[in-house]
Every structure is written in C-alpha cells, then in structure tokens.
C-alpha cells in the first residue's frame, strides 16, 4: 500500500465519519489535503475545526497556510496578522505572511515583516528572496539588488534569484551586470533554461543581437511552448542584416502555427451589429500607453478621434501608470487597466465590449497581447504602429501602413493584409523642447556626426555605411550616445564593428542617455547630421532629430523596420536624404557636410516644416485612420449579408 498524504485522507474520513468532532482527526485530514495540494479541502477541515475550537494557534497556522497554498491571499494575510499580534508566529510563518501582503500590493508592510525576521535570521536565503521581491516597489531597484545578492550569498542555488536580478538590472540600463550576472548563473548550471531569455535581452542592449538571438534559440529549444521568448527571437531577429524576408516570414508563421493556431477552434462567435454606417467601437490594445515612444504616436490619434462616429476602449497592459497615461487617459471613453488579466481573460472582456476593431499596438514587442488576438475577440483585428513587420497571426486582418514603408514590390511577406494609408501611417506629438541651437560646425569648425540609436541596432553594415561618411569628410567626427554606454563590453562589441569597417576610431565619441527627456532632446544640440541605422531604422530617435533641426541621412531597405527613414523623411519634404545604396549614403552625407549653409538653413527651419507636415497633423491623420477603420469594417459587413 502506498503510504502516502492522498492515500491516509479515505482513513481519516472514516474516522471522523464516527466522531465528527474529532479536532485530531480534522487537523490531520486537513494536513493530508495540503499535502497533497487539495488546499480547498485543507482550509475547509482547519474551518470546521476552528468553528469547534476558536482561536486554536495550531488551526489558524494551518488555515492560514492552506489558504496561502489556495491563493486566498486576503484570508492568508488576515490569520497571519492574527498569529503576530499574538506573537504566536513561528519561523515557517514570517515568509508567506510577507509574501501575502505582496500578492495584495501592501509591500510596504511586507518589507516590515521580513526586515523584522531577518533580524531575527540573517541567513535566510528565503527571506532575503522574498524582500527582493517586496522591497523594489518600495525602496527601488539598488534595495532590491542588495537583496537578491544577499539570498545568492547564502544560497547560491537560489537560481530564481539570479533570474529576478539580472531583469532589474536590465529594466534600469545596467545592461554590463545583467550579463554578469546571467554567465554567473551559467557557471554553476548551463542547463536552467529559464536565464538565457533575460541573458538574450542584456546581450542585445550590449550590441550583441546575434549572441542574443542564440539565447533565445537555446531557451526555445528546451522550452518549445514558451511563446514570450519567441516573440524575443522575432524582433531582435530583425536586427540582424542577413535575415531575409523569407526567412522572418517563417519565424512568425511558426509562431503562429505554435502558439495562435490551436486557439482557432475556441474563436467565438462574433455577433456584432453589422450595420455599415453606425458608430463604431475601437478597441487599442498596448502595453506602452506611458511614457514610451509608441505614446507620442498615440497622442494626436486620440485627442482628434470623431467620438460621434467611434467610441474609444483602451486595454492597458502596464506595469505602472504615469503622468503620460493621464494625457492619453483623458481622450478615452472607456479605460481598462488589464495588467491583472490572463490574455484569455482580455479576450473575453474584449468580447464581452462588443468591440468592433480591434488594433494591437505591439506586435512581438515586450508584455505583448498576441494571445489574446489569437482568440479573435473581435470580428476585426489590425496590427499598427508598435511592430516592424507582420504578426503572423491569421487571426490579425489588416496591417496598418503606408506606401513608403510597404511599397507594392515589397519582398517583405505578411500574414495580414497590407492596409497602406494614402499618406504617412504615423503622426507625431512632438515633445515640448527648447528651440535648436545655431549650427554646432560654426563654432568647432568640423562637423559632427551623430546617431543617438539604441547599439542593438548598430549592425557591421551600419558601421560600415558610418565609416564610409567619415571618411568622405576627413574632418568629421561621429558621435554615438546610448544609455548602456558605460558598459566596457558595450562599448568594445560596438567598437570593433567600426574596427572591422576601417574607421578610425580615434574620431568616435560616445555620450551617456541615461538623462530626462528634455536633456536628451538637448544633446541634439552637439551634432549637425545625424546617421540612420541599418538594417533597423529609427523612428522615434528620425522625428526627435528633426524638430530639433538636425536633418538625417538615411537608406532604404528591404523591409518594414529598414524603410523608417524613407517614410518619415519624404512626408517632411526630405526624400532626397534617402539613400537607395551603400555609396549614395556617403554621398548624401558629405554633401551636406560640405554645405554649412545649407545646414545651417535646415537648422533654423526644419521645425516648422516638420510642424506643418503630414507627419504632424493630427487631425488629418486621424481621419485617414477612421476612413480605413470604416473601410475594414464596411467589409467585414459585406460578409455577413451574404
């Protein structure tokens, strides 16, 4: 006979089906329960018998345990206050009383319960554990580190730890320590898959997108289901100058075919009104509603909404909400804070909406929502703005774009279809900033070339491209700003593409971008051209530059993130700073180089050209959305009469 918790729980039953009072036999059944995971069942036995014995210490540590294995946070927390105001809590209770309190967002009064046991137990690895986990809403990311080096100290198995350290330190542009930390961890066991998806992130703020792209692979090999990482091994695969469009075609199908396809079955019904011309409800989807780039690109869509013809329903997926969200907040009729739900569960509250078109806002990006898109909650789904590419998700209907981005003979492959705006499918919001300053050449008599794109997206080509300006304008120099920049290994991997291009490097300058918004804004202020990466273009760093009157040279690719440039500079007037090739790249740069004036005119006006642009105007961009919106759903209309 097995002697197991499951296998005493009939034995017991038959006791106390013979005494039902029996305190030792209900305590015992409920200790066989918890044993065995049935924690309902535990809190109902410990319940029944404190409804006997009130107060009883013995029962209310069991109730309390069982309902923290329950996740009945709330009930765990409140007999565990009853134990402590007591003083009845003994060694194996400080932990999950702690912990009760962090599932109910109260950290502040878990950090006083674990700073009160580990007084009592400096050693405790757990406990140290717990208080990197509570302290950083409190006391921030430097209280949490020491903790989680702490619970490493005393026990460096603690593999979860090493895990949560190396995020915090990525999240706040520590870059060098993540990576540290991450090959630490693999010293001791190469085998926890877990770390290579943090590890793959500090890698590729580090410059390394191809070293971080084989984390990601090594994770997806060993965990096949785990479908953030592959969203990970998407975008950063973007970075890389020898993915062709055939082959990010099928890393997103795949995807897709993994991860989308066997929710196809459960796809609800979808019994929407389907009136052509009645007032439609838009559901955005985003986990970036903050600030983020994606927001300023949000802004002027909101605020210039038609609400007599589109109601507006926001999905926040956010970690923390911030002055930014108020400003999108306040041109939304109805807000959903959904950082709580499942993704099954967004789905359903998106279902239950009744929204009509639904658009997600960040593709394979972090905390993205794919999932719940695969779920087709609504009966029109679009992917804009957040993502450079297709999703490949069948149950996404349309991409939003434009025909400088996604022209007709694109070799890009989609799995939506292409819905390219009659102009550019972006408009910006420009930031509040000090006026551009005169012409930084004027007074250092050389040139300054600049690109303040993050280094994963500094590829051998883009290096390549750089070099060949500098060395068409012997005078230049190029300045590099990053916020990871005070990386040692950051700053050699970025280095030695430039020594493999033939620059001289003795002309490359870096600057930190750890700095507020308008200082970064500022620093714009050093350089008089500012170089576009390669393959992966900017977008956000393309139109900053601009207002700040600092024109940009960039060249055209073979895919959505390669042709940001050639969208955002031809809606200013600027097409001629495109390069179709690697030597009219030098060519563009060095003859603006060569023409102070021509720069120095850009300067003074390239603001108010770009104020009066397609790119800025808020509200004809927004009705060139809501004409496509119309569009999408008067087709998905014609479907349903048929």
């Not at 809190?43 to 069982?66: K, Y």
């Given at each position: 006979?097995?002697?197991?918790?499951?296998?005493?729980?009939?034995?017991?039953?038959?006791?106390?089906?013979?005494?039902?009072?029996?305190?030792?036999?209900?305590?015992?059944?409920?200790?066989?329960?918890?044993?065995?995971?049935?924690?309902?069942?535990?809190?109902?036995?410990?319940?029944?018998?404190?409804?006997?014995?009130?107060?009883?210490?013995?029962?209310?540590?069991?109730?309390?345990?069982?309902?923290?294995?329950?996740?009945?946070?709330?009930?765990?927390?409140?007999?565990?206050?009853q134990l402590h105001v007591r003083g009845e809590k003994i060694q194996k209770d400080w932990i999950p009383h702690a912990l009760s309190l962090h599932h109910l967002k109260r950290n502040k009064e878990a950090v006083a319960v674990l700073e009160q046991f580990l007084a009592q137990d400096p050693n405790n690895a757990e406990a140290w554990y717990?208080?990197?986990?509570?302290?950083?809403?409190?006391?921030?990311?430097?209280?949490?580190?020491?903790?989680?080096?702490?619970?490493?100290?005393?026990?460096?198995?603690?593999?979860?730890?090493?895990?949560?350290?190396?995020?915090?330190?990525?999240?706040?542009?520590?870059?060098?320590?993540?990576?540290?930390?991450?090959?630490?961890?693999?010293?001791?066991?190469?085998?926890?898959?877990?770390?290579?998806?943090?590890?793959?992130?500090?890698?590729?703020?580090?410059?390394?997108?191809?070293?971080?792209?084989?984390?990601?692979?090594?994770?997806?090999?060993?965990?096949?289901?785990?479908?953030?990482?592959?969203?990970?091994?998407?975008?950063?695969?973007?970075?890389?100058?020898?993915?062709?469009?055939?082959?990010?075609?099928?890393?997103?199908?795949?995807?897709?075919?993994?991860?989308?396809?066997?929710?196809?079955?459960?796809?609800?019904?979808?019994?929407?009104?389907?009136?052509?011309?009645?007032?439609?409800?838009?559901?955005?989807?985003?986990?970036?509603?903050?600030?983020?780039?994606?927001?300023?690109?949000?802004?002027?869509?909101?605020?210039?909404?038609?609400?007599?013809?589109?109601?507006?329903?926001?999905?926040?997926?956010?970690?923390?909400?911030?002055?930014?969200?108020?400003?999108?907040?306040?041109?939304?009729?109805?807000?959903?804070?959904?950082?709580?739900?499942?993704?099954?569960?967004?789905?359903?509250?998106?279902?239950?909406?009744?929204?009509?078109?639904?658009?997600?806002?960040?593709?394979?990006?972090?905390?993205?929502?794919?999932?719940?898109?695969?779920?087709?909650?609504?009966?029109?789904?679009?992917?804009?703005?957040?993502?450079?590419?297709?999703?490949?998700?069948?149950?996404?209907?349309?991409?939003?774009?434009?025909?400088?981005?996604?022209?007709?003979?694109?070799?890009?492959?989609?799995?939506?279809?292409?819905?390219?705006?009659?102009?550019?499918?972006?408009?910006?919001?420009?930031?509040?900033?000090?006026?551009?300053?005169?012409?930084?050449?004027?007074?250092?008599?050389?040139?300054?070339?600049?690109?303040?794109?993050?280094?994963?997206?500094?590829?051998?080509?883009?290096?390549?491209?750089?070099?060949?300006?500098?060395?068409?304008?012997?005078?230049?120099?190029?300045?590099?700003?990053?916020?990871?920049?005070?990386?040692?290994?950051?700053?050699?991997?970025?280095?030695?593409?430039?020594?493999?291009?033939?620059?001289?490097?003795?002309?490359?300058?870096?600057?930190?971008?750890?700095?507020?918004?308008?200082?970064?804004?500022?620093?714009?202020?050093?350089?008089?051209?500012?170089?576009?990466?390669?393959?992966?273009?900017?977008?956000?760093?393309?139109?900053?530059?601009?207002?700040?009157?600092?024109?940009?040279?960039?060249?055209?690719?073979?895919?959505?993130?390669?042709?940001?440039?050639?969208?955002?500079?031809?809606?200013?007037?600027?097409?001629?700073?495109?390069?179709?090739?690697?030597?009219?790249?030098?060519?563009?740069?060095?003859?603006?180089?060569?023409?102070?004036?021509?720069?120095?005119?850009?300067?003074?006006?390239?603001?108010?050209?770009?104020?009066?642009?397609?790119?800025?105007?808020?509200?004809?961009?927004?009705?060139?959305?809501?004409?496509?919106?119309?569009?999408?759903?008067?087709?998905?209309?014609?479907?349903?009469?048929?």
């Open positions: 006979m097995t002697n197991t918790p499951k296998a005493s729980v009939p034995l017991l039953q038959l006791a106390l089906s013979l005494e039902p009072k029996s305190i030792p036999a209900l305590n015992a059944l409920g200790l066989a329960f918890h044993a065995s995971h049935d924690y309902a069942e535990a809190c109902r036995c410990f319940e029944q018998a404190l409804g006997i014995v009130p107060g009883r210490v013995e029962l209310l540590r069991n109730l309390a345990h069982a309902q923290f294995g329950r996740k009945d946070w709330a009930k765990a927390q409140a007999v565990f206050a717990a208080l990197g986990l509570c302290v950083y809403d409190v006391q921030g990311a430097s209280a949490a580190i020491h903790a989680y080096r702490q619970c490493i100290t005393h026990n460096p198995k603690k593999y979860t730890a090493y895990l949560n350290l190396v995020a915090i330190a990525h999240k706040h542009s520590n870059a060098q320590m993540a990576a540290n930390v991450a090959r630490d961890l693999l010293k001791i066991n190469k085998n926890y898959l877990p770390i290579y998806g943090n590890y793959g992130l500090a890698l590729a703020s580090l410059g390394k997108g191809r070293e971080a792209v084989e984390a990601f692979e090594r994770l997806i090999a060993g965990q096949p289901a785990n479908y953030r990482c592959r969203s990970n091994l998407l975008f950063y695969s973007q970075y890389l100058e020898d993915t062709t469009a055939r082959k990010l075609y099928e890393l997103h199908h795949e995807w897709d075919v993994r991860h989308a396809e066997p929710l196809r079955r459960s796809w609800p019904k979808h019994r929407n009104d389907p009136s052509p011309g009645r007032r439609l409800r838009i559901g955005y989807v985003s986990p970036d509603l903050k600030f983020h780039s994606c927001a300023w690109f949000m802004m002027d869509l909101l605020a210039h909404h038609d609400r007599s013809a589109f109601e507006i329903y926001a999905y926040a997926n956010l970690e923390r909400a911030d002055k930014v969200t108020d400003q999108l907040k306040a041109n939304v009729d109805v807000w959903r804070d959904v950082d709580t739900l499942t993704e099954t569960e967004l789905a359903r509250q998106i279902h239950q909406d009744r929204i009509d078109i639904l658009i997600d806002l960040a593709g394979h990006t972090g905390r993205n929502s794919l999932i719940t898109f695969a779920c087709k909650p609504a009966p029109v789904q679009a992917t804009w703005l957040g993502y450079p590419g297709t999703t490949g998700l069948r149950a996404i209907d349309y991409r939003i774009s434009d025909p400088w981005l996604t022209p007709d003979d694109t070799p890009e492959i989609f799995s939506e279809q292409v819905y390219n705006l009659p102009r550019v499918s972006h408009c910006f919001r420009a930031p509040e900033a000090a006026e551009p300053n005169a012409l930084p050449a004027r007074a250092k008599s050389f040139v300054t070339f600049g690109s303040f794109n993050n280094f994963a997206k500094v590829s051998d080509t883009a290096a390549r491209l750089w070099t060949a300006a500098l060395n068409r304008v012997p005078t230049a120099r190029l300045l590099l700003k990053s916020r990871y920049i005070g990386s040692a290994e950051s700053r050699e991997a970025i280095l030695d593409r430039f020594r493999r291009a033939g620059a001289d490097l003795s002309r490359i300058d870096f600057a930190n971008g750890n700095e507020r918004q308008d200082d970064h804004l500022n620093q714009y202020g050093q350089i008089d051209i500012a170089l576009d990466s390669f393959p992966y273009g900017g977008m956000t760093t393309t139109c900053e530059a601009l207002w700040m009157g600092v024109p940009v040279v960039t060249m055209l690719g073979d895919r959505t993130c390669a042709r940001y440039g050639n969208s955002v500079l031809n809606a200013v007037g600027l097409g001629e700073l495109v390069a179709t090739d690697p030597e009219q790249f030098g060519e563009i740069a060095a003859r603006l180089a060569g023409d102070l004036d021509q720069l120095a005119e850009l300067r003074a006006t390239l603001r108010d050209r770009m104020a009066r642009s397609p790119l800025c105007d808020g509200p004809g961009f927004t009705r060139a959305m809501e004409a496509a919106y119309r569009d999408m759903w008067n087709r998905w209309c014609q479907t349903q009469s048929r």
